[in-house]
């Protein structure tokens, strides 16, 4: 009887493992629409779609997708295009604030996109290196490469028990005046 537990624990784990997108895979994606790789974005999107994605995930990285792009069409004046992606992710995440200012600035306006002008890059010489280029972060475990990917989760995290710690400890200041009141109530009886 154990055996088959045993067996069947493994099957299903593996079945669990098989059919997850992991979290390194999301950094990645993610990475690149900051980076603004969005051919790199899109291939990863794709490798999520193959590997049976939950679909609301999926949904979400899609819409993220969409909102990289047309902020970089946006900030580069591309507004017929950048409108294109806005809306697609308007449908699908209408509170996001940003996409719902983009999509009600770019409605209903005639729209166009500017050229692109190139203008030639002087080289610069004898410049000096600016103070994050000079930066290298030495990473010797697996655990500060893990740290650092999810840096954000831990500090969301440590705002998270922040405001849970002072609930509680409001909650605890009220039960202690309570239980003095009391005390004083009994005591003057």
């Known amino acids: 009887m154990k055996k088959i537990s045993l067996v069947f624990l493994i099957l299903f784990s593996f079945m669990l493992m098989a059919?997850?997108?992991s979290e390194e895979d999301t950094f990645?994606?993610?990475?690149?629409?900051?980076e603004k790789k969005f051919s790199e974005a899109e291939d990863l999107l794709s490798k999520f779609q193959n590997s049976k994605i939950d679909q609301t995930k999926l949904e979400l990285l899609e819409t993220e997708l969409?909102?990289?792009?047309?902020?970089?069409?946006?900030?580069?004046?591309?507004?017929?295009?950048?409108?294109?992606?806005?809306?697609?992710?308007y449908v699908r995440w209408r509170t996001n604030p940003l996409i719902k200012e983009r999509y009600t600035e770019l409605s209903g306006k005639i729209l166009h996109d500017?050229?692109?002008?190139?203008?030639?890059?002087?080289?610069?010489?004898?410049r000096q290196p600016e103070e994050k280029e000079k930066e290298?972060?030495?990473?010797?475990?697996?655990?500060?490469?893990?740290?650092l990917m999810n840096q954000f989760r831990i500090?969301?995290?440590e705002n998270k028990t922040k405001i849970i710690y002072g609930i509680g400890g409001a909650i605890f200041s009220l039960l202690l005046i309570q239980v003095i009141i009391n005390l004083i109530l009994l005591i003057r009886r």
Do not use: C, H, M
């Open 155 to 157: 500090e969301e995290l």
């Open 19 to 21: 059919d997850s997108v």
């Open 28 to 34: 990645l994606f993610r990475y690149n629409l900051k």
């Open 136 to 147: 290298f972060i030495y990473l010797t475990s697996n655990a500060d490469v893990y740290f």
């Open 114 to 126: 500017e050229e692109i002008s190139t203008f030639p890059v002087k080289p610069t010489t004898n």
């Open 66 to 89: 969409w909102i990289a792009k047309g902020e970089d069409l946006y900030s580069s004046k591309q507004f017929k295009s950048a409108y294109r992606f806005y809306s697609d992710a």
